[in-house]
């Protein structure tokens, strides 16, 4: 079964830190770009990063440049977002997914994994 | 960044009843765009792409439209499950962005 699962969320003031992970099992993630989407509580999704296959390429939304960093182990089969000077607003629920191309040129995310909850205390 | 526009926020309606909900891009994406489905407390699904590409194995009463700047995501005979909120989503650079949902509830 094709799987993502995401750790490391939690209850964190603000000013801190927390590094998501996001686990694969039934694909592999070296073949993909992958990315990170957040929902906050009641709102919509809103993109945060994204990575290339090999992580040669990375890119954020404008509100966590500077402090968010996305990376991946290959190896491990593992995604990250090491999140660091966490403000309130970042308080959501964090989704990796995989985003591939669904036809040429035609990028969507297609699979998601069960998302894990980041609470930034002021 | 490419604004998204999604309207309404949120319907009402019966099962049986077409639904029709619009995303609107601040300038044009072609048609990369994409739907996805979401159920409360679950992860979004991915329904349509390139704007009206199904993906495998959704109903074909889900269909979208749309070129440019203006998108429609229709759903035929509104069935149970998919009472929802839906999300679009275009994908035409490295930065992609979301329309803020539209919430379907019963009536």
């Known amino acids: 079964e094709v799987q993502l699962v995401e750790s490391g969320g939690g209850l964190v003031q603000a000013g801190g830190s927390l590094r998501l992970s996001c686990a694969a099992s039934?694909?592999?993630?070296?073949?993909?770009?992958m990315g990170w989407v957040r929902q906050a509580p009641g709102k919509g999704l809103e993109w945060v990063a994204n990575i290339k296959k090999d992580g040669s390429e990375k890119n954020y939304v404008d509100s966590v440049k500077g402090r968010f960093t996305i990376s991946r182990d290959n190896a491990e089969n593992s995604l990250y977002l090491q999140m660091n000077s966490l403000k309130a607003e970042d308080t959501a629920v964090y989704y990796c997914?995989?985003?591939?191309?669904?036809?040429?040129?035609?990028?969507?995310?297609?699979?998601w994994g069960q998302g894990t909850a980041v609470t930034v205390s002021s | 960044d490419i604004q998204m526009t999604q309207s309404p926020s949120s319907l009402s309606a019966s099962v049986g009843d077409r639904v029709t909900i619009t995303c609107r891009a601040s300038r044009s994406i072609s048609n990369y765009l994409n739907w996805y489905q979401q159920k409360p407390g679950k992860a979004p699904k991915l329904l349509i792409y390139?704007?009206?590409t199904l993906q495998t194995g959704v109903p074909s009463r889900f269909s979208g439209s749309g070129s440019g700047t203006d998108f429609t995501l229709t759903i035929t005979s509104l069935q149970p499950e998919d009472f929802a909120t839906y999300h679009c989503q275009q994908s035409l650079n490295s930065f992609p962005t979301f329309g803020q949902g539209t919430k379907v509830e019963i009536k």
């Open positions: 390139a704007a009206s």
């Open positions: 039934g694909l592999t993630l070296q073949n993909y770009w």
């Open positions: 997914a995989r985003y591939i191309m669904m036809a040429v040129m035609f990028d969507a995310f297609d699979i």
